[in-house]
């Protein structure tokens, strides 16, 4: 099993910044790719950012070049760093942790709310 426990989400105005972060624990040993997805009232989850362990990143088209996903292997890590933040920006935030050969794991969420 792995855990994942996000921080970081909040209330911030449009234009502003906010940085998540997902520390997973558990048996950690050989995940692979962790990353964000996020999930707006009424709409389908969507992936936000995608990076893998030797560094790979993949973006949606709607947020690159305003979010920046990083990890610390070592803190076994990964962060979503969102600058100016728009108000389609709002939804419940989910860090994910792919296992190779066995599947992901999720964690429970984190809250950004963008105001206008």
């Known amino acids: 099993q792995v855990q994942l426990v996000e921080s970081g989400g909040g209330l911030v105005q449009a234009g502003g910044s906010l940085r998540l972060s997902c520390a997973a624990s558990?048996?950690?040993?050989?995940?692979?790719?962790m990353g964000w997805f996020r999930q707006a009232p009424g709409k389908q989850r969507e992936l936000v950012a995608i990076i893998t362990i030797d560094g790979s990143t993949n973006y949606a088209e709607s947020i690159e070049g305003r979010f920046t996903i990083s990890r610390d292997n070592a803190k076994n890590t990964v962060y979503l760093q969102m600058n100016s933040l728009k108000p389609e920006d709002t939804a419940v935030y989910y860090c994910?942790?792919?296992?190779?050969?066995?599947?992901?794991?999720w964690g429970q969420g984190t809250q950004v709310t963008v105001s206008s």
């Open positions: 558990g048996s950690i040993f050989g995940v692979d790719a």
């Open positions: 994910v942790a792919n296992l190779p050969y066995v599947g992901d794991y």
